[in-house]
């Protein structure tokens, strides 16, 4: 079975950091792209990171770049996003989700995650 779980979200004041992790498994974690997409209430979703698991390229959205870090272990088949100087903005459900392609960022994904929730408050 498929399954990529995230956690790390909650309630953080304006300029707090949050760590964000998206353990995956049921797939070939080294064959695939782990995206960061996030959705806030009203808006459509949002790529914010991506990482290439086979080379460990990255990439980022222009708003968070300078902000955010994308990692990931291997070993453990897990990806973090690191966020620091967080903004009220940066509110939203945050999914993991994975993409077999060969576009980066991907155009589409495989796999999703079921989302954790960022609150920044100002």
């Known amino acids: 079975e498929v399954q990529l779980v995230e956690s790390g979200g909650g309630l953080v004041q304006a300029g707090g950091s949050l760590r964000l992790s998206c353990e995956a498994s049921g797939f070939t974690f080294d064959d695939y792209i782990i995206g960061w997409i996030r959705q806030a209430p009203g808006k459509e979703r949002e790529g914010v990171s991506w990482?290439?698991?086979?080379?460990?390229?990255?990439n980022y959205a222009h708003s968070v770049n300078g902000r955010f870090t994308i990692s990931s272990d291997n070993a453990k088949n897990t990806v973090y996003l690191q966020m620091n100087s967080l903004k009220p903005e940066d509110t939203a459900v945050y999914y993991c989700?994975?993409?077999?392609?060969?576009?980066?960022?991907?155009?589409?994904?495989?796999?999703w995650g079921q989302g954790t929730q960022v609150t920044v408050s100002s």
């Open positions: 990482i290439s698991s086979s080379d460990g390229a990255t």
């Open positions: 989700a994975a993409s077999g392609g060969n576009y980066f960022p991907p155009l589409e994904y495989d796999y």
